[in-house]
């Protein structure tokens, strides 16, 4: 199923990344619709009593995003996206999964304990840029929501010498959302995401509500 997203998101960008602004002209109306690839170093917030945030971990994504201009200008817009996201932790919160029930504990001592996400982005952007019809090097910042549907998870740990893995949690929460924030010059661009929704759900760990969440810094790609 992963495979198969994938592949229809690929097909979709290509059908509609086609150059269109050629023809343009100074104080033309115009939009700047982007293929958009990020790379982020990413941590865990809020984590229960005793739990780090999270050793080294990442985010990959990447997409299309749709330009709606605002004024002639076209310097103040909307846009809305479809893309795809990786992420990848490794945590000290040890995950299992018994006759569809996840069981939390502490895995300060595992030897390694690691959990991979699959999920597709809808990101929605409010857009400030000093951009014109004619010039394609300018300044930007973007600020939105992206909504993320997860498609599929993995946690996997090693406790002496023995390796277990559970895929799809019945815990993980499927529909995540946080706020975003681009900002830069040109493609490269540093940006922000602060997730607004915990991983799980009706989870705890010693009576203690689990209300992990995301936080990711990076770099993000805007491509015509």
Same mark, same amino acid.
């Given at each position: 199923?992963k495979?198969n997203?994938?592949?229809?998101?690929l097909?979709f960008?290509?059908? #509609?990344c086609?150059?269109q602004?050629?023809?343009l002209?100074?104080?033309?109306k /115009?939009?700047e619709?982007h =293929? &958009?690839?990020? +790379?982020?170093?990413?941590q865990?917030?809020?984590?229960?009593?005793?739990?780090t945030?999270?050793?080294f971990?990442?985010?990959?994504?990447?997409?299309?995003?749709k330009?709606?201009?605002l004024?002639k200008n076209?310097?103040?817009?909307i846009a809305l996206?479809?893309?795809y996201?990786?992420?990848?932790?490794?945590?000290?919160?040890?995950?299992?999964e018994?006759?569809?029930?996840?069981i939390?504990?502490a895995?300060?001592?595992?030897?390694s304990?690691?959990f991979?996400?699959?999920n597709?982005? #809808?990101?929605i952007?409010?857009?400030?840029?000093?951009s014109?019809?004619?010039? /394609?090097?300018?300044?930007? =910042? &973007?600020?939105? +929501?992206?909504f993320?549907?997860n498609?599929?998870?993995?946690?996997?740990?090693i406790?002496?010498?023995v390796?277990?893995?559970f895929?799809?949690v019945?815990?993980f929460?499927?529909l995540?959302?946080?706020?975003?924030?681009?900002a830069?010059?040109?493609?490269f661009?540093?940006n922000?995401?602060?997730s607004?929704?915990?991983?799980f759900?009706n989870?705890t760990?010693?009576g203690e509500?689990?209300?992990?969440?995301?936080?990711?810094?990076?770099?993000?790609?805007?491509?015509?």
């Open positions: 199923m495979n997203i994938l592949l229809l998101l097909l960008i290509t059908q #509609i086609v150059a602004k050629d023809s002209q100074l104080g033309d /115009y939009s619709d =293929i &958009y690839a990020s +790379i982020s170093y990413a865990l917030l809020n984590q229960p009593t005793g739990i945030r999270s050793g971990s990442y985010s990959l994504s990447f997409g299309f995003l330009d709606f201009t004024n076209g310097n103040v817009a996206g479809v893309g996201g990786y992420d990848f932790f490794n945590h000290q919160l040890k995950v299992q018994t006759n569809g029930n996840t939390f504990d895995g300060l001592d595992l030897e304990n690691k991979s996400a699959h597709l982005e #809808i990101p952007e409010l857009r400030w840029r000093t014109t019809a004619r010039k /394609y090097d300018f300044w930007r =910042i &973007y600020s939105g +929501i992206k993320l549907y498609f599929s998870n993995n946690f996997n740990y406790d002496n010498s390796s277990f893995s895929d799809d019945t815990s929460r499927k995540q959302y946080g706020l975003t924030l681009s830069g010059y040109d493609e661009n540093f922000v995401y602060y607004l929704t915990p991983l759900e989870a760990l010693n509500d689990i209300n992990s969440s995301v936080i990711k810094f990076g770099l993000i790609f805007y491509i015509l």
